[in-house]
């Protein structure tokens, strides 16, 4: 099926475990040499290799029926339709999209706002006002504050 948008990360919140797992590899290479002990690199390595893994991924990719939501590599991708949302806002800096599942359960998918850029969080609010019709009370238009 083909995207509508597709929607990555923020540089900014992709590049800091990129920059935490160098600084703490620099780290753990001077407390080797000082210490014996190299505690450190195995967190800068888990650190750097999360962040190298989730730098090009897409964690929207909005669809004509649907949207797909995968937050990070490990985590596993969300299939929503556009007709199971029952509300979408910003709450605490969070983006909450509420939904109920094939069952009839309610979910929740929390987004935070600065894993997005400010354009994307405009087109999601676009796509997800058209697609949900759920009406103006529903609305990601807050972001000018938060931003």
Known sequence: METITEIKQSKKTTSLPIIAGGVFIIIGLISITLRDNGMYIGIGIFSLVGGLLNKNLKILKLY???????L???RPK????????????IVSKNIIILYKTDSNEP??????????????LLKLNKVLQEKTKLGDINTLNATSQIL
């Not at 004509?64 to 995968?70: E, G, I, S």
């Not at 969300?78 to 806002?89: G, H, P, R, V």
């Not at 979910?107 to 994307?120: P, Q, S, T, V, Y």
């Open 72 to 74: 990070s590599v490990v």
């Open 64 to 70: 004509p029926q649907y949207l797909q939501v995968q």
């Open 107 to 120: 979910k929740a998918i929390k987004i935070r706002i600065k894993a997005l850029e400010k354009e994307d």
């Open 78 to 89: 969300n299939l929503i339709k556009y007709e199971q949302i029952t509300s979408f806002s």
